[in-house]
């Protein structure tokens, strides 16, 4: 319900206050001596105080009547996006069954590592695509000429942040891992930076994904993750035969594939086809890409401690992105600093 309204604000209350409350729970069963089950409880105490406090300040509660052409009507297109779901959750972890088998502990660790700084932007900034686009892209899913201006203007401004995060994370991986981690981590340097680009385009994937549930198409949605999926099969084998590095330049290669499936159906039913979509994010990606190859030649030849090396590296792909942007006078760009600088402006009136 809070979604559908697009009451982010509230949402967000509550996941602070949970995480606060769960976490002090957490931090206290560790230090009382309950170990690892600290973690278990306050996953339990997260979703346990989220859904209260959901059902405090939604003002929605269920009432005794029971409506079965309710059911039959949201089952027929909820069960496919379940088992959508259920696919999916299964392959990421196969990829784990994969390496945990065939490969030492140590070669998991390092991709599990990888693949956990990775989805610090790529995670973040899915989710919040899945989340908005969903119900603001509902809304006006009757006009079709501003559901593909609403449209365009998603992807654009996304895939402009997904580029710059996702190239800027593999040109300062080396230093980022040193920093953080420590030397010992350094063999997961370059798992980190082929996930980097096998992830950049999953917020664009979501949003073709929203597109097909947008317009009630579930069914096909089931069916390119069933296609999806069974593409990926010989990526697995790549891994399991040829080594983790390849795996992961293999699922590059399925990530590209996966996006030209979905944006072909998803453009069909807005008039958005794969040819428009590409040239309106092409400049995105060549300025990411030049700010990546700077970025990473910096990194390369400073000789310094890691922390400078990436203070650094963040300083100049940070100039570089804004200053070429505000030059060229990228949309995306544009677009993203008129949002906030509106909501600047709006906070200064409060």
Same mark, same amino acid.
């Given at each position: ?18 995480? #606060? ?76 069954? /994969? ?130 999926? /069974?593409?990926?099969? $010989?990526?697995?084998? #790549? ?66 401690? $890691? ?44």
């Amino acid at each position: 319900i809070l979604i559908k309204r697009i009451d982010f604000k509230l949402q967000t209350k509550i996941s602070i206050i949970s995480s #606060i409350l769960s976490g002090i729970l957490a931090i206290y069963m560790a230090y009382t001596g309950f170990g690892v089950w600290s973690l278990v409880w306050r996953t339990i105490a997260g979703y346990f105080i989220t859904t209260i406090l959901l059902w405090m300040w939604s003002h929605w509660y269920p009432i005794r009547i029971f409506n079965y052409n309710a059911l039959k009507e949201h089952f027929k297109f909820g069960y496919k996006l379940l088992f959508s779901g259920l696919i999916n959750t299964l392959y990421i972890n196969i990829y784990y069954l /994969v390496i945990g088998k065939f490969f030492s502990a140590a070669d998991l660790g390092y991709y599990i590592r990888a693949e956990n700084f990775t989805k610090l932007p790529s995670a973040n900034i899915t989710n919040v695509v899945q989340r908005v686009s969903y119900p603001v892209l509902s809304s006006i899913q009757d006009n079709s000429q501003k559901l593909k201006e609403g449209y365009r203007k998603l992807i654009k401004s996304t895939m402009f942040i997904s580029f710059v995060l996702m190239f800027g994370l593999s040109a300062s991986a080396k230093p980022l891992v040193l920093t953080l981690l420590g030397e010992k981590w350094l063999p997961s340097v370059p798992y980190l930076q082929l996930f980097c680009f096998s992830s950049v385009l999953f917020p664009l994937h979501a949003l073709n994904l929203n597109m097909l549930k947008v317009k009630g198409r579930s069914d096909l949605f089931l069916k390119l993750e069933i296609i999806k999926k /069974v593409i990926a099969i $010989p990526v697995i084998f #790549i891994g399991i035969f040829l080594g983790i590095k390849l795996m992961l330049i293999g699922m590059i290669f399925h990530s590209i594939i996966a996006y030209l499936l979905n944006s072909f159906w998803s453009g069909k039913m807005v008039n958005y086809p794969t040819k428009e979509q590409i040239l309106d994010i092409l400049p995105s990606l060549f300025l990411s890409t030049f700010m990546g190859v700077v970025v990473g030649i910096l990194g390369y030849f400073l000789n310094a401690k $890691p922390l400078l090396i990436l203070l650094v590296q963040i300083s100049a792909g940070a100039l570089i992105t804004i200053g070429i942007s505000r030059i060229l006078r990228l949309d995306a760009f544009m677009e993203i600093k008129d949002i906030f600088m509106a909501r600047v402006s709006k906070n200064n009136q409060i």
